[in-house]
């Protein structure tokens, strides 16, 4: 529940219809993935169900009367008659530790007492693990699961009036066959028992087109013991939960998956200018995971041993590495963790847990612990990630100065090509929505009507830049630009200007963070020497002079010059500059939290 919450904190609008502040953070996924529990979350927020809606399938799902269904008979009987699973894990911990349930065989001395009830409680573990646990590999086939979810994938907001009609179970591709659904793309970690390894089954890949989704999510979600393994194709014989290995996967949104996005045609088609303007963008990792535990403490004793042991077995030391690597992986990640399920606010008055763990489906039918848990998750989700990473711009001083510094160079290299008493201009043009471009920063844009303009998609140089990501010249006296290093078969357009200007180089500001160089190579024109998501342009632009003694009239011939050549590097290096300073208030951020 409380993962459901994170996720509203991170993708709910930050305001309601009546103006109130939610403290939602109002992201918007580029792609999703999830082991476990994540992988039916994940699926279903990823189908177009939002966390409220999602919530409620888990109220009525895991009802008294919903579980029956869901996870199909246990040695021959319904899950009701097993509802005590949970009750026993938590009966057994407490007997191991202390004098308890005085009221068995009384008559017995406390010491003679408590391994009384260890080995009553040992026998009935042994019990349900020798007679149903092992031979079907697990205890539920949990049919009901995949029906479940695929009902629900068919009746989906984006998917009902498509496929909602079909008999077979839906498959990716089927999803795939909807042209311009807006879908991201979906990432799910199956462990593969026969493989010893890890499977990731993802809605991109074109060797998986007819895997059943629900049939792949009730893989990754197959907790081991409780739930049996899937067999999901011929590569995948004996698969169950993702999280056994991998419980916090966004590593998989890594630059291979952006370098996918860009040569998307090959997998959407029809949406592959929109997952590729995704790609160009800058990202932040965000994992949505519960509290890690405390550690089991020192073993002083064989069973004290083995207690640590099955609590490391079971998934406290994977999440302490996953911790650890969160110090290491790529910046730009932010940790969404609610506080330990062993917290005060998460006991009984008595001390008790209100969960017993992670299989306590019965606890799920306390509608007012669910909603308690979704609020603790949202909280969280505002707590760790502060919405000034995101949702302010650097303050303007620091840019200026870089803005300032690159005028006063350029100046004197172009001081011989001037018209006298013009001033060169430079500006910032940043992404305010999907399709427009605002000037967010300038120098020596005081009182200009160009300044703080707006362009739409596709309009000016400005906005080839963005979409390119790659820098451009125009001599916007004659309405010449060079365009080498895009497509063969561009067409010329009208550049926009104000009518005092003649030449404008524009340059884009990549994410220096998230970056890489490109192959060294001779360039016929300009290019830039790194790959990357893209902030927005970085604008020089002045009045100056064409001709036999000043520059030539073709920017791809000013391209060659050295003169035009020393502009350039300087603008990529106030670029890099300013890319860093678009990252100074995440990295602040961060470092405070």
């Known amino acids: 529940m409380e993962l459901i919450g994170q996720l509203k904190g991170v993708t709910g609008r ?5 103006g109130e502040n939610t403290g939602d953070l109002n992201f918007s996924p580029v792609g999703v993935a999830g082991s476990s529990a994540g992988a039916i979350i994940a699926t279903l ?77 040992l026998a009935r573990g042994a019990r349900v693990m020798v007679c149903h646990a092992l031979p079907g590999k697990g205890l539920f086939e949990a049919s009901g699961f995949v029906t479940k979810l695929d009902n629900l994938l068919k009746q989906s907001p984006r998917l009902r009036d498509d496929l909602g009609r079909k008999a077979e179970l839906l498959t990716f591709r089927d999803i795939r066959a909807l042209p311009q659904l807006g879908m991201v793309p979906l990432f799910l970690m199956v462990t593969d028992v026969a493989g ?43 698969c169950i939960d993702g ?35 995704l790609a160009a963008l800058p990202w932040h990792h965000v994992s949505l995971r519960l509290g890690v535990g405390a550690p089991p403490g020192n073993p002083n004793s064989g069973l004290a041993f083995l207690k640590s042991l099955f609590s490391l077995l079971t998934g406290i030391g994977r999440r302490h590495l996953e911790n650890t690597l969160d110090t290491f992986v790529a910046v730009k990640r932010f940790a969404v963790t609610s506080s330990p399920a062993d917290d005060e606010e998460m006991l009984s008055k008595s001390g008790d847990p209100l969960i017993a763990g992670v299989l306590d489906f019965k606890a ?43 005028v006063e160079k350029i100046e004197v290299l172009f001081a011989p090509h ?37 362009l739409s998609h596709g309009q000016g140089v400005t906005s080839l830049c963005y979409l390119y990501a790659e820098p451009f010249l125009a001599n916007l006296r004659d309405q010449l630009l060079d365009v080498t290093d895009i497509n063969p078969t561009f067409q010329p357009f009208n550049v926009e200007t104000s009518g005092d200007r003649t030449w404008l180089m524009s340059v884009p500001i990549l994410d220096p963070l998230d970056s890489r160089p490109l192959p060294s190579m001779v360039f016929a024109g300009l290019a830039m020497d790194t790959d990357g998501p893209i902030f927005g342009t970085l604008n020089i632009d002045a009045n100056l002079l064409y001709g036999p003694q000043n520059l030539d009239s073709d920017p791809y011939a000013q391209s060659q010059t050295r003169l035009i050549r020393m502009v350039f590097d300087l603008a990529k290096a106030a670029a890099y500059e300013l890319g860093l300073l678009f990252n100074d208030p995440w990295l602040v951020t961060n470092v405070e939290t």
């Open 14 to 18: 930050p305001t309601t219809r009546g």
């Open 45 to 121: 927020f990823w189908a177009g169900y939002e966390p409220i809606e999602i919530l409620e399938i888990v109220k009525e799902t895991f009802s008294a009367n919903g579980r029956e269904a869901f996870f199909g008979p246990y040695a021959g009987t319904g899950f009701s008659s097993f509802a005590d699973f949970t009750t026993y894990i938590s009966q057994f911990s407490k007997a191991w530790a202390a004098d308890w349930r005085a009221d068995w065989c009384p008559w017995l001395f406390p010491r003679a007492r408590k391994w009384f009830v260890r080995l009553k409680l």
């Open 196 to 238: 010893a390894g890890l499977r990731i089954i993802s809605s991109i890949d074109n060797d998986l087109l007819d895997m059943p989704i629900a049939r792949a999510v009730r893989a990754s979600a197959g907790f081991p013991g409780f739930f049996r393994p899937v067999k999901l194709d011929a590569q995948n014989l004996c």
């Open 243 to 277: 999280g056994v290995i991998s419980n916090l996967p966004t590593w998989v949104f890594d630059r291979a998956f952006r370098d996918r996005l860009r040569n998307a045609a090959d997998v959407f088609p029809g949406e592959a200018e929109r997952l590729s303007s």
């Open 364 to 406: 799920l039918e306390d509608h007012r612990l669910v909603e308690r848990l979704y609020d603790r998750g949202r909280k969280a989700a505002h707590r760790c990630i502060d919405d000034r990473t995101m949702l302010i711009l650097p303050p303007e001083q620091p840019v200026l100065l870089v803005l300032q510094d690159l």
């Open 418 to 454: 001037i018209v006298p008493g013009s001033k060169i201009r430079v500006n910032v043009f940043l992404p305010t929505r999907s399709d427009i471009l605002t000037m967010a920063y300038g120098c020596n844009m005081a009182g200009h009507v160009d300044n703080g303009i707006q």
